[in-house]
């Protein structure tokens, strides 16, 4: 139980373009999702935290209109990266607490990450 | 102070020996923690949660000190298959805390 899908797994895409990562709960209801960047050799960075149906609450620094956050059910979140840029380039990954019933309520089961890289 | 402190290491151990991590959390309203494993680009898998009063996991014992404010991990009989980074987590008031994690190689 509580596994969590991303999608895509990598993408490589032209500077200003915007990509989409989509972050899915495939056997429980994920009432929080967050998402991290991670770059080569450093540790996980929190981005943004979403609950289903309200917006994302975003940690400092993290450009809000940059990089805009969907959770529109318990079961999926969405990342679309706008106007990505190479600094973009980085390793995304989401992760999702759930409802009782599924491991612990505040365990985070992490999606297996989108690595993207722009030129 | 860091909300989550780690040593960064790196560990290099030779197999079939016993290894501890530690981690210091700074916030003494936490609730709650866990032991992550990180392989080389892929995502954290939970290793372990930790209680109150240790908890033991085959070869993997994880123990936490409220009153220091630390949690220890510990490894016994280390495989190379263990070697990854491990995170520290901590739940500060419903917000999941990283550490910057602790990388350990295991050498045959």
């Known amino acids: 139980g509580a596994v969590v899908s991303q999608h895509p797994s990598w993408v490589i895409c032209k500077s200003g373009t915007s990509v989409k990562i989509e972050c899915r709960s495939l056997?429980?209801?994920?009432?929080?999702m967050f998402w991290y960047r991670q770059f080569p050799k450093q540790s996980l960075m929190l981005m943004a935290t979403s609950n289903e149906g309200s917006k994302a609450t975003y940690e400092q620094g993290v450009e809000k209109d940059k990089f805009l956050i969907n959770h529109a059910s318990l079961t999926l979140s969405t990342l679309t990266v706008t106007s990505a840029h190479p600094e973009d380039s980085s390793f995304y990954i989401c992760?999702?607490?759930?409802?009782?019933?599924?491991?612990?309520?505040?365990?985070?089961?992490f999606g297996p990450g989108t690595r993207l890289t722009v030129l | 102070r860091k909300e989550v402190e780690q040593d960064p290491g790196p560990f290099n151990v030779p197999e079939g020996a016993t290894v501890a991590f530690n981690c210091t959390y700074s916030?003494?309203?936490?609730?709650?923690f866990f032991w992550y494993r990180q392989d080389c680009r892929k995502e954290p898998k939970l290793l372990m949660s930790?209680?109150?009063s240790g908890n033991e996991d085959g070869r993997f014992t994880a123990q936490l000190n409220r009153a220091s404010q630390y949690i220890s991990l510990l490894i016994r009989d280390s495989k190379l298959s263990d070697s990854a980074t491990y995170l520290c987590v901590v739940n500060i008031l419903n917000d999941m805390r990283f550490g910057a994690g602790t990388r350990l190689t295991v050498k045959p």
């Open positions: 930790v209680y109150s």
């Open positions: 056997d429980f209801q994920a009432t929080t």
């Open positions: 992760s999702a607490s759930g409802l009782a019933g599924v491991g612990r309520t505040d365990t985070q089961y």
């Open positions: 916030n003494s309203a936490s609730q709650s």
